[in-house]
């Protein structure tokens, strides 16, 4: 796919993936890559990345961070370009946590044209808050293999013995509680508050239910993708 798109010339599809933590963004986003060969650009990563590679924008981050500060605008910015200028043009991009902010949403339309790019889409995976509190505080893992299942969906077939390796010992994420869960809605609601007017009324902006299964959302975001 990415190969026929550079060689006609035409960029991959550029999306912005939203959706609050457990929505099942990662899972979505690790499908498109393995199906249309996209890549995923989530700025906490390339931060890390730069910082630990040692470039120009991952040195200034650092000694940003370790003074204790905030990453700026423009560095993030510095990231995303750099990203851009190493990522093929037939190859399409989702970003992820990125933009949050109306100045950010700018700055990435700014960088997209310098990069020849357009923004395709914003496709937010839209879930019940209740139902996802449900999904999230009811899972939990092999402690050996990291098997996973879930209180109510998908318990072991023997009690208590795990179905993959048969370890009889299991663990939860200390953060899978209702109050944490209902904290990050709340922020996620906050921080995508401020961009989706705005790509609203490009129309740019499309839903796919997050609470469908995960081959049925698959299939609605791929059905949102240019051809």
Do not use: W
């Not at 072991?156 to 944490?180: H, I, L, Q, W, Y």
């Not at 989706?196 to 049925?216: H, Q």
Request: proline share 6%; net charge neutral; with cysteine.
């Amino acid at each position: 796919m990415s190969g026929s798109r550079a060689a006609n010339g035409a960029t991959g599809p550029v999306i912005i993936l939203l959706g609050p933590p457990g929505a099942g963004k990662g899972t979505q986003a690790q499908r498109l890559m393995a199906a249309r060969g996209m890549v995923q650009l989530s700025t906490g990563d390339m931060l890390r990345a730069a910082v630990k590679a040692g470039t120009p924008v991952g040195l200034e981050a650092k000694a940003i961070m370790e003074a204790g500060g905030l990453v700026p605008d423009h560095v993030v910015s510095g990231l995303i370009d750099e990203a851009l200028g190493t990522t093929p043009p037939g190859t399409g991009i989702i970003f992820d946590g990125y933009p949050r902010t109306l100045a950010q949403a700018e700055s990435l339309d700014a960088l997209l044209a310098a990069h020849g790019r357009h923004l395709d889409r914003v496709i937010e995976i839209d879930v019940d808050e209740d139902a996802l509190v449900d999904r999230i505080t009811g899972r939990f893992t092999c402690a050996k293999c990291g098997e996973g299942y879930h209180d109510r969906h998908k318990l072991p077939r023997v009690a208590g013995v795990c179905d993959r390796c048969g370890s009889t010992e299991f663990k939860r994420r200390p953060d899978d509680n209702e109050a944490t869960v209902r904290t990050r809605m709340a922020e996620y609601r906050a921080k995508t508050a401020p961009i989706l007017p705005l790509y609203e009324a490009r129309g740019l902006v499309a839903r796919v239910d997050g609470m469908a299964p995960i081959e049925d959302v698959a299939r609605g975001l791929a059905a949102l993708l240019p051809a």
